[in-house]
């Protein structure tokens, strides 16, 4: 490693990332033809902006960045310990990546000082551009080939020193700086993430299917969550940690020690029933500068019932009924399915009641299927 290579990594380190490499900004010829792959089997279906050209320039840096030489990619932990609990009643779960602050403004506050630091160095301001997960770039392909971490069969990048627990961040640069190599690492035979998700997203090794991936469907999805997927979703109510957490390198994974990522509120246990009662204002309040902010108000109530349906505690009943009357039809939709699936006489009760002044024609619909599926009279 040449003096400036040691130099970056060494300010990286300083400035608090984890893990850091260096690649060159050759394109990732496997990882664009897998992604184009991606799209043509649909297996990219719901993310409207995730589009073949995006693919291209993501797996091409020098189309991002003019005469781009290097790029540095670096890795920060959000591993923060057990999640702490909050209020009585039933508890989701948030996925750990969102129980700190919001990644992509502190990684990027911290890659522009990288960028600073090495402008320094050099004596003249330094061309790059950085990406964290927001831009038009690939995160894993380009932290594999520098070396930061290698590909599990979840598709999710493990680094050795912190697993999977790690966020992605690049600087793509017209320096020329010397590249590591990849690891040499593999999951080996091991398929425990593929056998563990509970609905079925890992379609192969390496392959997602986004549009069975819990995290999609409760962060990026916008509209109701498909009613035969809503059972495998669980408990939780932003994004899915199950094939991290099932993983054997991440039980070994190094804590995280960015206090920026230690769990706020009770994210890391979220009390449900309070928030099927925020409004836009408290919604924004309790979510500023968090991951948490993307899936909306409405999406994350949408959630809360899922939840709820699938917890089974009847101490949401009261809580369900009075999403019944909620502004959104989403809200009522999902609301009325955890009332059918929680299926005691009460909940059926509030369902029969909603229904003659109901005027949206999906929550009608749902409350039609809800109540006979639990074998009651849809009407009184
Ligand atoms: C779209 C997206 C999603 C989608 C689609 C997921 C997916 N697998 O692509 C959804 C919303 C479902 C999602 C979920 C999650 N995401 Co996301 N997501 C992205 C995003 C924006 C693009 C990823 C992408 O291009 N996918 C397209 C597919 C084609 O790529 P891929 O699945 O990674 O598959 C690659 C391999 O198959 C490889 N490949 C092909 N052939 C072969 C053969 C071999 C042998 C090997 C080894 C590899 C290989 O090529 C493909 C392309 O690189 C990136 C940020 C970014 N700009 O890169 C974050 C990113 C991937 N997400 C991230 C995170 C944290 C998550 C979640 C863990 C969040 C959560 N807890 O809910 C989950 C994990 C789900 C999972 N198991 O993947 C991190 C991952 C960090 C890490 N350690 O890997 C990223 C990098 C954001 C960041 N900057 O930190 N995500
Ligand atoms: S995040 Fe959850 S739903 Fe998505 S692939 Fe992993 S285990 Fe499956
Ligand atoms: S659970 Fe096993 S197969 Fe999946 S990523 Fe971890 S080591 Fe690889």
């Known amino acids: 490693m040449g003096k400036l290579e040691q130099l970056i990594k060494d300010l990286a380190k300083e400035i608090g990332f984890d893990v850091v490499g260096i690649t060159t900004a050759d394109p990732f010829p496997r990882d664009e033809e897998a992604a184009l792959d991606r799209i043509s089997q649909g297996l990219m279906d719901g993310l409207h902006w995730y589009t073949k050209e995006r693919v291209r320039k993501a797996n091409r840096p020098a189309l991002l960045v003019e005469g781009a030489r290097s790029i540095i990619s670096v ?7 057990d999640p702490i609990p909050g209020e009585p009643g039933p508890t989701g779960k948030i996925a750990r990546y969102a129980w700190g602050d919001d990644y992509h403004t502190l990684m990027k506050e911290r890659l522009r000082r ?14 790059s551009r950085i990406f964290v997960d927001d831009g038009p770039m690939n995160d894993r392909a380009a932290a594999e080939r520098a070396g930061v971490g290698w590909f599990g069969k979840n598709s999710n990048v493990l680094t050795p020193s912190h697993g999977s627990w790690v966020l992605l961040g690049q600087v793509i640069t017209d320096l020329d700086l010397k590249p590591d190599l990849p690891l040499k690492k593999t999951c080996g035979a091991c398929v425990r993430c593929i056998d563990d ?29 498909p009613r035969e997927m809503r ?59 968090s991951a948490i902010k993307r899936a909306k108000r409405v999406g994350l109530q949408r959630n809360v019932c899922v939840a709820l349906g699938n917890i089974g505690d009847l101490a949401a009943v009261p809580a369900l009924a009075k999403a019944l009357s909620a502004p959104e039809p989403i809200v009522r939709e999902h ?46």
């Open 114 to 127: 990288l960028v600073e630091g090495l402008s320094e160095q050099v004596g003249y301001p330094v061309k």
């Open 231 to 289: 059972p495998l979703v669980g408990d939780w109510v932003f994004g899915c940690d199950i094939c991290q957490d099932v993983c054997p390198v991440n039980r070994k994974a190094a804590l995280g020690v960015e206090p920026a990522f230690q769990q706020r509120h009770d994210f890391g246990a979220p009390a449900l029933l309070p928030l099927l009662e925020l409004n836009d204002e408290e919604f924004r309040a309790r979510f500023r500068n």
């Open 75 to 81: 890795a920060m932990s959000y591993n923060t310990g």
């Open 197 to 225: 998700c509970p609905t079925g997203a890992i379609v192969a090794p390496f392959v997602i299917d986004n549009t069975r991936c819990i995290s999609f469907l409760t962060i990026e999805l916008r509209g109701a969550i």
């Open 335 to 380: 609301a009325a399915w955890a009332l059918g699936r929680l299926g005691a006489d009460a909940a059926l009760l509030f369902l029969r009641d909603a229904l003659p002044g109901e005027t949206d024609e999906a929550v009608r619909a749902e409350i039609a299927l809800s109540l006979s599926e639990a074998g009651a009279p849809v009407s009184s």
